[in-house]
T-cell receptor, first 115, second 115 residues
């Protein structure tokens, strides 16, 4: 499998429920970022977690990072219909030692929140 | 809030024609990127650009592609002779990278349709 694999590929929940999406990666990283994409639209940056961090919060978002397992999870609490979108994790090997800050994206999780 | 802007939002072109996709990165950012997303697939890295030169490119970024920063604000992606398989959403991104961990901000994308 490739760097930045998310699961599940699709998730359907009721409004008010929590949504958890997972991401796994293969190589060492500098940070991991989560992005949101509404259908056919641009990528919106949600949160960045550094390789030396284990958990980060931003509003209703909670991201964890386990570098020993090379995995991350994104939790959206108390979901709303407006959270319906695709969510992507992207890993960044940083700048230096031949790295240029490029992001490697996963396949994404499509989240549907039913009102 | 500063944002990355891309024009046009949608471009239709005939196979074999040249297209130029334009981006205005965030003004104090130093690193610039192009990514593409074929419909229903994940976001793929094309090229990174720093200090007026390409710092990394993917295998997708063949001789038909070129990038340029013609002035202090614009960053362009040119496809010399478009193919049907070039149809995709193209995203420009920029980051400041003054520290080790900096978010990449994406534009809304240009949807390129080659007919």
């Amino acid at each position: 499998s490739q760097q930045g694999e998310e699961d599940p590929q699709a998730l359907s929940i009721q409004e008010g429920e929590n949504a958890t999406m997972n991401c796994s990666y293969k190589t060492s990283i500098n940070n991991l970022q989560w992005y949101r994409q509404n259908s056919g639209r641009g990528l919106v940056h949600l949160i960045l977690i550094r390789s030396n961090e284990r958990e980060k919060h931003s509003g209703r978002l909670r991201v964890t990072l386990d570098t020993s397992k090379k995995s991350s999870s994104l939790l959206i609490t108390a979901s709303r219909a407006a959270d319906t979108a695709s969510y992507f994790c992207a890993t960044d090997a940083g700048i230096g030692s031949g790295n240029t800050g490029k992001l490697i994206f996963g396949q994404g999780t499509t989240l549907q929140v039913k009102p | 809030e500063p944002e990355v802007t891309q024009t046009p939002s949608h471009q239709v072109t005939q196979m074999g024609q040249e297209v130029i996709l334009r981006c205005v990165p965030i003004s104090n950012h130093l690193y610039f990127y192009w990514y593409r997303q074929i419909l229903g697939q994940k976001v793929e890295f094309l090229v990174s650009f720093y200090n007026n030169e390409i710092s990394e490119k993917s295998e997708i970024f063949d001789d038909q592609f070129s990038v340029e920063r013609p002035d202090g604000s614009n960053f362009t992606l040119k496809i010399r002779s478009t193919k049907l398989e070039d149809s995709a959403m193209y995203f420009c991104a920029s980051s400041v990278y003054r520290g080790l961990n900096t978010e990449a901000f994406f534009g809304q994308g240009t949807r390129l349709t080659v007919v």
